[in-house]
């Protein structure tokens, strides 16, 4: 019998159209992997109920008993009517796991629940103090409340369509003066700041430059943009399922800083972000940190010092060419591949391993950080993204060094490198904080033991390996390394091959 889960998710002009995009994306991961999967809701546009049930996803649309959202209506909790409309859903198509993606989860809503699947949690900072089995905090919060629990951080988990991922791959030219202006402020309906935004690039334009719109945003702000249409040149670009084909001829945007911003950042296209709601404060302050966009304060928008920003990014290349590289480098497009594999594990039989090629450099640049990898490391510190990137480019191309990757569905979930000295060759290694506890570093130095064992390249293989991290010593240990010599903070091993 096909495994089954379900999505609890809304889209409406309050929260807009980012949390049933991703939760569509990871359901597309899900049907891949052959599971059967189910979303409620309630009333989607047509447009998305159509893009839904094109991806084999069986809709379930809710009854609601109030009149509707309304515009200016704040989001309403999710309560035990809510609840139990959602698990005679669940009994009744034998689902034992949910998925919720709504910022208005309550105890009684979540107890009624968890009372009949396991509860998976998709949150964006908004610490919803729940007990479930997974939590997926895209936002990096951390949150005395909820540590300890089986919780996974950061914009690597972002459930970004595959798309984005093609357009990162994509050299982008930077010989000239940003041409396509994108701007796209997201579902929710906020006219002032629409037309301050329409004000603010109006102001900044240069001959040659062109401003592109979504149609959603044409036909819901049509009145406010008859008269720009007029003053400046306005594309209209056609909604879809995403905008990876816009992206990849856009050179700059000025956008929401929620989901979207994600997906610039995974297509390389350098962007200015207004924060409108208040989920989208803490992954707009990482990707400045991070010189993938800037921010800007929607209240600040009539200012000077706004026309100032948004003319000195337009003119300065250089900038424009290290936020498009370090938003690729920080949001690979894998997210849905993590989230997946959280939900529905690979069997280990499935692990393919390969060598490592130049499009790993920013997979392994988060393993080499990763703290329990660091701590476990022979070398302690923390590595910056050049260094690393010269670090691995010499890796990648040294005849004495090589970088092994194993993968599972498709999804990176580990690394070994090979130094090879003498005929000899010793392992280093580490495991995805999402992927551990599962037996694959027991897994993948097995299969490299017998490989090498078919290939006889080598006479031994060794590792060093410190005295506490006890995990390491038992897994080689335990694959037939032998203990040759100890020090005050680590033991040398080996086996013949």
Request: charged share 25%.
């Amino acid at each position: 019998m096909k495994s089954s889960v379900a999505i609890r998710v809304n889209a409406d002009s309050t929260i807009g159209l980012g949390h049933f995009s991703r939760c569509l994306t990871l359901s597309e991961e899900l049907i891949r992997r052959g599971i059967e999967v189910h979303i409620v809701s309630h009333t989607l546009p047509p447009d998305w109920e159509h893009y839904a049930l094109s991806a084999g996803v069986i809709l379930h649309l809710l009854v609601d008993k109030k009149s509707g959202y309304q515009r200016d209506e704040t989001p309403r909790a999710l309560d035990e009517s809510d609840a139990q409309q959602t698990v005679n859903i669940l009994t009744t198509n034998g689902i034992e796991i949910l998925i919720v993606d709504c910022y208005q989860i309550t105890d009684v809503w979540a107890e009624v629940a968890a009372q009949n699947a396991r509860l998976i949690i998709l949150d964006d900072g908004q610490n919803v103090n729940i007990e479930c089995a997974i939590r997926i905090d895209f936002a990096m919060t951390e949150n005395s409340a909820i540590s300890g629990r089986n919780i996974f951080c950061g914009p690597r988990f972002s459930l970004i369509h595959p798309s984005y991922r093609v357009v990162s791959q994509s050299q982008r030219v930077w010989q000239k003066t940003p041409q396509d202006i994108f701007v796209y402020l997201g579902a929710t309906y906020q006219p002032n700041t629409f037309t301050q935004v329409l004000e603010l690039v109006g102001r900044s334009l240069r001959h040659g430059n062109s401003v592109s719109l979504l149609s959603s945003d044409f036909l819901r702000y049509g009145n406010l943009t008859d008269d720009w249409r007029r003053q400046i040149p306005l594309n209209v670009v056609r909604d879809s399922r995403t905008l990876a084909d816009t992206f990849q001829c856009a050179d700059f945007a000025i956008g929401a800083a929620g989901m979207s911003s994600m997906e610039r950042a995974c297509a390389g296209v350098p962007s200015l972000q207004l924060i409108l709601t208040k989920n989208q404060c803490a992954s707009a302050a990482w990707l400045q940190r991070e010189g993938a966009a800037e921010c800007l304060e929607v209240s600040r928008l009539k200012d000077s010092e706004s026309d100032q920003k948004l003319s000195s990014l337009l003119n300065n290349l250089e900038q424009l060419e290290k936020m498009s590289n370090n938003g690729k480098r920080l949001v690979d497009g894998l997210g849905a591949l993590r989230v997946a594999e959280l939900i529905n594990p690979t069997n280990l039989r499935q692990v393919v391993m390969r060598n490592a090629t130049a499009e790993d450099i920013w997979t392994f640049f988060d393993w080499t950080n990763d703290p329990t990898a660091r701590q476990n490391s022979l070398q302690t510190e923390t590595v910056n993204h050049e260094t690393h990137r010269r670090w691995f480019q010499e890796q990648l191309t040294s005849t004495s060094v090589e970088l092994v990757l194993f993968e599972l569905s498709e999804l990176p979930v580990s690394q070994l490198r090979l130094t090879k000295a003498d005929g000899d060759a010793t392992i280093s290694y580490s495991v995805d904080i999402m992927a551990r506890g599962r037996g694959l570093g027991m897994k993948m130095i097995q299969d490299l033991v017998q490989r090498e064992r078919g290939t006889r390249r080598f006479k031994k293989l060794k590792a060093v390996v410190k005295h506490e991290n006890e995990s390491s010593l038992a897994i080689f240990k335990a694959t037939g390394f032998s203990a040759i010599r100890s020090s005050k903070s680590e033991i040398h091993l080996e086996i013949e091959v």
